[in-house]
């Protein structure tokens, strides 16, 4: 008996020796799908946009100083003196804040208004120092004191006046779509069900997250990225202000249509920090200034234009 | 059935058994007893001894053959990919003309990434390894999709470039890039515990020695009493031949362990240390230039860049880079000055321009004085942990003869006494 153990033993061993040895473990790789840094599904509401306030009406310009000629103790004689104005901009957004990538300088209907506001305080628009931030930044800047103005298509809203002040309006945008051609989206109803991108902390972003039913939306860091989730496929539309909207569109005309009726009207002005009144009154003097004298006409022409033609400019609102 | 299991067969084992037992209490039964156990304990140590020697230069040798040169192509990954985004950054910065260096810079870094993934793909032996590994080739792949993306949209002269490269360089820097430190700092922990194990005295191996010089103590003793005679001279050789043997494992040990602890201080710390500043001078640069390519609030990342040129200094405080390090930081205030006080196109020039004091020229001095110094730190350390293996070399060969020839004279030194009795 012990023998037929003993050689079943040894017939076991021989046989597991002899079977194919196990193949060494194969590597799995997820396929990389690579979203632009820091993009989200936005799921909690973002900051609502508009209480019921009167979000255009600012404050009423005094009699506008000369260029060069600050009333002392001003915060406009503090720049004066410190030799140039800091604007925050945007750099990715064309027609009102890109950079050029041959030049690598700053250029569109934002940067131009900063210039011309520098030559408002200076006599010469090269006195600006422009930083760029990003939307949600924008308050943050003001209030800390790291730019003295924002000019970044920066909508007014009820929510925004409880942290900033306002300009009178300089520009009135509509939200809108874009859309890839083959996407089906036509209106605003149409976005149900699919993936939209927008900017975190825009008003833009609130109204897509109002809309019911409400479509899949993804929220970004700029506005270019959410182009380049078009293109890669990961979003089937951006809704903004037209305006950005048709800087998008310009870079890939053959693939994108802007779409649908306004959702939402957005009126752009200076963001000034809340303290700093006589700023703001001071920005709205030099804005009513270029809304007679042609200027903000000229800036139209040179930057916007190819939107649509001149609807003239938004006439400006006091609160008193 | 069970033939082999008769009746007769048993008897006879217990048989020859029993006049096994009553033979051993015998005089020459004695003496061939302390023979047969000495030369067999001689035997048996001199194997063990010799075949941990053996794993101890298998060790030196999976150093020299695996486990460094994995850490070193590693290492070299990290870097390539480092450098490939501070070069794309640049490249990206300097506007839809690149110019020729800046792109054969960016190419340069590819082809060392592609060289460092491959052979570290060889030399890793685990499948987790080899899927962080694969996974940073297929991130790669959409790397470099991304910033040519950027490429030609930035020469259209759309916003939408500066979006890819900023994706480009999101994956780099927070998925890429730590998945290589993760590979790199793994595999420098490897290379310290071969080396140490290199250098471990062969415990087990010098008990075994010690028992025999025990057994052959006391088999001269029983000797002595049996035979009324002196010592053996052949159990005296063979103790004086195990007595060598031990001697020389420690010594060889001793000196071995000398050369890895000096590969371990003047080689893999070191070594470290360099890869460790190499890897925070990459991303002290990368910040410099993302500053540039974001163009806004710069104080949390003046923090960051300040933070990392403290660790740096304080890294190589006495290496050859420490004076371009300190230049390098003057340089790059006076981008910072330049940029605060508006003066966008200086700070530029300043950061990336071909100026041989500005940042660009003092960061390339500062990169290829460190990647000389971790080469030639490399060098020391695989020279030492080869000379440790030297010394080690000939010790498994010798302890075996050696104990050879002690089993020899133990039988040698007794048959004649054994032959009083035939």
Not at chain 2, 36 to 63: E, H, N, P, Y
Not at chain 2, 328 to 352: F, M, N
Request: charged share 20%.
């Amino acid at each position: 008996m012990k023998v037929r153990i003993a050689m079943a033993l040894v017939m076991l061993a021989l046989t597991s020796a002899c079977g194919s040895p196990e193949a060494p473990q194969a590597v799995t790789v997820t396929p990389v799908n690579a979203m632009p840094g820091g993009a989200e599904q936005v799921g909690t509401a973002p900051a609502a946009g508009n209480a019921d306030c009167d979000r255009e009406a600012s404050l009423r310009p005094g009699p506008q100083p000369a260029p060069g000629a600050m009333p002392p103790g001003s915060t406009m004689a503090n720049i004066l003196a410190r030799g140039r104005l800091i604007v925050g901009v945007d750099q990715s957004t064309n027609l009102f804040g890109s950079r050029n990538p041959a030049t690598g300088q700053l250029e569109g209907f934002d940067v131009d208004l900063a210039r011309e506001l520098a030559r408002s305080i200076f006599g010469d628009p090269n006195r600006v120092d422009l930083r760029v931030v990003t939307a949600a930044q924008r308050e943050t800047a003001l209030q800390e004191g790291q730019v003295d103005l924002v000019v970044r298509t920066y909508s007014i809203t009820c929510e925004r006046k409880k942290k900033v002040a306002f300009s009178t309006p300089y520009y009135v945008a509509k939200q809108r779509i874009l859309a890839t051609k083959n996407s089906g989206i036509r209106t605003a109803a149409d976005l149900s069900g699919k993936r939209v991108c927008a900017v975190k902390g825009t008003t833009s972003l609130a109204a897509l997250f109002a809309l019911d039913p409400r479509p899949t939306l993804y929220g970004v860091g700029q506005w270019t990225d959410c182009l380049v989730m078009v293109q890669q496929g990961q979003v089937d539309a951006i809704s903004t202000d037209d305006v950005v909207l048709s800087g998008l569109l310009a870079q890939d005309r053959r693939n994108l249509e802007l779409v649908g009726a306004s959702i939402g009207d957005e009126p752009y002005g200076v963001g000034v920090k809340l303290e700093n009144q006589d700023l703001v009154r001071f920005v709205n003097g030099a804005l009513d200034q270029m809304r007679e004298d042609g200027t903000w006409e000229r800036l139209y022409q040179a930057n916007l234009q190819q939107v649509a033609p001149s609807p003239g400019p938004p006439a400006a609102r006091y609160q008193d | 059935m069970t033939t082999t299991h008769t009746p007769t067969a048993t008897l006879d084992a217990r048989a020859s058994a029993g006049w096994l037992r009553r033979f051993a209490r015998t005089t020459p039964g004695v003496i061939g007893l302390i023979a047969v156990i000495v030369a067999a304990s001689c035997v048996v140590a001199g194997v063990v001894v010799g075949g941990q020697l053996d794993s101890r230069i298998a060790k030196g040798d999976a150093v020299l053959d695996h486990s460094e040169p994995f850490a070193y192509n590693a290492q070299k990954l990290y870097a390539a990919l480092s450098a490939a985004d501070a070069a794309a950054a640049t490249e990206y910065l300097s506007g839809g003309l690149e110019t020729a260096p800046m792109r054969a810079r960016y190419q340069q870094a590819l082809a060392d990434a592609a060289e460092a993934l491959t052979d570290a793909t060889l030399g890793a032996s685990d499948a987790q390894t080899r899927t962080t590994l694969a996974q940073i080739s297929a991130e790669l792949a959409a790397y470099t999709g991304q910033v040519e993306s950027a490429r030609a949209n930035n020469r259209q002269g759309f916003a939408v470039g500066a979006a890819y490269f900023r994706e480009a360089s999101s994956s780099m820097q927070t998925s890429m890039l730590p998945s290589a430190e993760q590979v790199y700092t793994e595999a420098l922990a490897a290379v310290d515990e071969d080396q140490k194990a290199v250098a471990s005295l062969p415990v087990v191996g010098l008990v075994l020695l010690l028992i025999v010089l025990v057994l052959i103590a006391v088999g001269s003793l029983i000797l002595v009493g049996r035979t009324n005679r002196q010592f053996n001279m052949g159990l005296i050789a063979a103790a004086i031949a195990v007595v060598l043997v031990a001697a020389w494992v420690v010594a060889a040990n001793v000196f071995a362990a000398n050369s890895i602890e000096a590969s371990r201080t003047q080689g893999t710390a070191r070594f470290e240390q360099l890869a460790n500043a190499r890897v925070i001078a990459q991303k002290a640069r990368t910040e410099e230039t993302l500053q540039l390519i974001s163009r806004g609030d710069i104080t949390a990342g003046e923090k960051s860049f300040g933070d990392r040129i403290g660790q740096l200094t304080a890294l190589l405080q006495d290496e050859n880079a420490a004076g371009s390090v300190a230049a390098w930081t003057a340089s790059h205030g006076r981008q910072v000055e330049l940029y605060q006080g508006g003066d966008y196109p200086g700070a530029l020039a300043q950061a990336i321009g071909p100026d041989p004091s500005g940042s660009a020229a003092l960061f390339a001095s500062i990169e290829t004085s460190l990647n000389d110094a971790i080469e030639q730190t490399r060098t020391t350390l695989r020279d030492d942990v080869s000379a440790a293996g030297t010394r080690l070399s000939w010790s498994p060969t010798g302890t075996l003869v050696l104990m050879v020839i002690a089993a020899a004279a133990a039988v040698v030194g007794l048959w004649p006494r054994l032959k009083e009795f035939l």
